[in-house]
């Protein structure tokens, strides 16, 4: 299908598929197959979806570290045993050097390639570090009527590079990457309610308002992702994303570093109700 397929980006699982475990398994295996690269927005809308962070044992402390101490980007939801590619906490059969539907890897600070497999990389010190995604939050803002542009135009949403510091761990530092959604006020107010229930998938907002406070110059050229259109009734509003670690190993430089594609994330088995605090 090389990326088109009757799954579609924006719709809702009962749309697609039987059951939504039906969607998880049609979802991976399309995506394992090579079927599906897209990004992952709006599949298996009631599940977890992950970023993805790929290290040498070597740099895995110094990550680990850094994720503790900065949640709000990358709030862990599992990491792997070195050398150990299955990650069972998050579904019986997840493969991580095949399940993400387009990976960026990394050779000392640069971008090398885009495949949509990495098991000709995979090495036996390999860590993988699965971190929370705010896709996950989609289905509780959709069920509050909290209207998502990019879901209903079937895009990716926007990511934008930012001039807030993260706090550093050995050779990890850097700026903190945001994900943005336009809403009016009203709809504002209630994400902030609502996403404030799931800090393992960034939480509340971290912005609202005056992208140029926190660095962004720009809003039609996003660093990341797909444009969206701000209507004059609307606020961006602006959550801490998981592609920060991508800024970081720009900066980190380490021998190697595996990460997903923005917005091309891993599906797994874990619903996201499990993430709610209430």
């Known amino acids: ?3 088109e397929s009757e799954l579609k980006p924006g719709s809702t699982p009962s749309a697609t598929f039987k059951t939504p475990s039906a969607a998880v398994a049609e979802a991976r ?22 970023n993805v962070v790929i290290l040498p044992r070597a740099d895995a402390d110094d990550f680990l570290r850094y994720c503790q101490r900065n949640p709000k980007p990358c709030p862990l939801l599992a990491v792997s045993e070195p050398g150990e590619p299955m990650l069972s906490a998050l579904g019986a059969d997840i493969d991580i050097r095949s399940d993400v539907p387009r990976y960026r890897v990394f050779r ?13 990389l995979w090495r036996e010190d390999m860590v993988a570090f699965v971190l929370g995604c705010s896709f996950s939050f989609e289905e ?9 542009r990019y879901l209903a135009e079937g895009k990716n949403v926007a990511m934008y590079l ?6 550093p761990a050995g050779p990890f530092h850097g700026p903190m990457v945001v994900s943005m959604r336009p809403l009016t006020p009203a709809n504002a107010i209630l994400a902030i309610q609502i996403t ?19 660095g962004i110059e720009n809003l039609d050229s996003p660093w990341a992702g797909d444009r969206v259109e701000l209507r004059q009734d609307e606020l961006p509003v ?19 570093c595996i990460t997903h594609a923005p917005g091309h994330m891993l599906v797994t088995d874990r619903r996201n109700a499990e993430l709610s605090l209430l």
């Open 162 to 167: 930012t001039n807030i510091q993260t706090e």
């Open 29 to 50: 295996a399309a995506i394992r197959s090579g079927a599906w690269t897209s990004h992952t927005s709006g599949l298996a809308r009631d599940h977890v979806q992950g």
């Open 238 to 256: 602006f959550w801490a994303c998981g592609v920060t670690p991508q800024s970081v190993v720009l900066q980190a430089k380490p021998q190697i």
């Open 1 to 3: 299908m090389n990326g």
């Open 108 to 120: 000392d600070g640069e971008l090398a390639e885009e495949p949509t497999d990495v098991r000709h």
């Open 140 to 148: 509780a803002l959709a069920e509050a009527g909290v209207p998502l």
């Open 196 to 214: 404030s229930r799931f800090p393992k998938v960034h939480g509340a907002p971290v912005h609202i308002g005056k992208p140029e406070l926190i």
